[in-house]
């Protein structure tokens, strides 16, 4: 680090995991690591506290992204478990400030500081310079934020595009979206479809259609379908991917993304070979007359584990401005 460093606590808070770090946040540097299991924690507060007790600094300044929509006073994870408020997380941290935000968000900031590295690419031509990104991806949930150039640099803008409604092509999607909304609201979010808990669902309703469903965990359906072994499972990767495709072009859309879509989240670093497929690249693209405009946008897997991190530790620095250097 240099003379010069400032350093934070980083965290990015997922469905299942909670990740902290120590940052460097004018360099980015990530250090001292680590992954805890979140159901091992009554809390966030716990969880930070357990990590501040396992790293020799406590440093003054701290950046927690999560997934949560932050609205309000008190914030809840999307996954209805741990709630807290900015003043609970300020006090565990033991810093003198605090920056929160969206899982997502963070992600997004992230992109302008991966390199060739951190990513795969799954489709697509170059990015455009200078032009919108956006970052989404499944995991527990299905998270997306956008990236847009300033006067005064890049600026995220968080959202919840998750929960936008899924909108089924033809029957047989109709008839899945019917199928795995059994039970719930009316309403089928893309979120229901395009993520681990609703891969496990499709794969249930897919199996229910041959007798009786089965139940598998997502890194157990991803490697039944991969290893060639589960037809069933194959198919509900193909949906999973068809349907992740289309949503992706969606969104490049809305954010006008020709600087690239960036996939993130727990599942696409695992099914990067069902990707790399005609099903995704063709839903990708497959928005009528505007074909042409998405065909060129580039599509890639963000490999790095430490985006969400890094991402924290660029909205920490915007926060906190250096004097006098």
């Known amino acids: 680090m240099s003379s010069y460093s400032r350093i934070a606590l980083v965290g990015d ?51 927690i992204a999560v997934a949560s929509p932050l609205a309000g006073d008190r914030f809840a994870m999307t996954d209805g478990g741990w709630s807290f408020t900015h003043d609970d997380v300020l006090a565990a941290t033991g810093a003198r400030n605090l920056r929160l935000l969206n899982n997502f968000e963070a992600v997004a900031l992230s992109l302008p500081h991966l390199t060739g590295h951190d990513l795969e690419k799954v489709c697509g031509g170059e990015p455009a310079e200078g032009a919108a990104k956006v970052a989404l991806g499944p995991g527990t949930a299905l998270g997306v934020a956008g990236l847009v150039p300033s006067d005064a640099g890049w600026v995220a803008v968080r959202g919840e595009g998750g929960h936008a409604t899924f909108a089924a092509t033809g029957e047989d999607e109709l008839r899945l979206a019917r199928d795995m909304a059994k039970g719930g609201a009316g309403h089928v979010a893309i979120e229901d479809m395009v993520s681990g808990p609703g891969l496990c669902r499709l794969y249930a309703v897919l199996t229910e259609g041959g007798g009786s469903a089965r139940h598998l965990a997502t890194p157990e359906i991803v490697q039944a379908a991969q290893s060639g072994e589960d037809p069933v499972a194959e198919a509900a990767l193909e949906h999973f991917a068809r349907w992740l495709g289309r949503f992706a072009g969606d969104m490049a859309l809305v954010y006008g993304a020709r600087g690239g879509v960036y996939l993130g989240g727990g599942i696409p670093p695992h099914v990067v070979g069902s990707l790399k497929t005609e099903t995704f690249a063709s839903a990708f693209r497959g928005k009528g007359r505007l074909e042409p405009y998405l065909a060129p946008i580039p599509v890639y897997v963000i490999k790095a584990a430490e985006a969400g991190l890094k991402g924290a530790a660029v909205a920490v620095a915007a926060a906190n401005p250096m004097r006098g250097r």
């Open 13 to 63: 808070i997922g469905g299942n995991h909670a990740r902290f770090a120590i940052s460097d946040v004018d360099e980015l540097t990530i250090t001292h690591y680590a992954s805890f299991r979140r159901d091992l924690f009554a809390s966030l507060e716990d969880a930070i506290r357990a990590y501040l007790n396992s790293v020799p600094q406590r440093p003054e300044m701290a950046g």
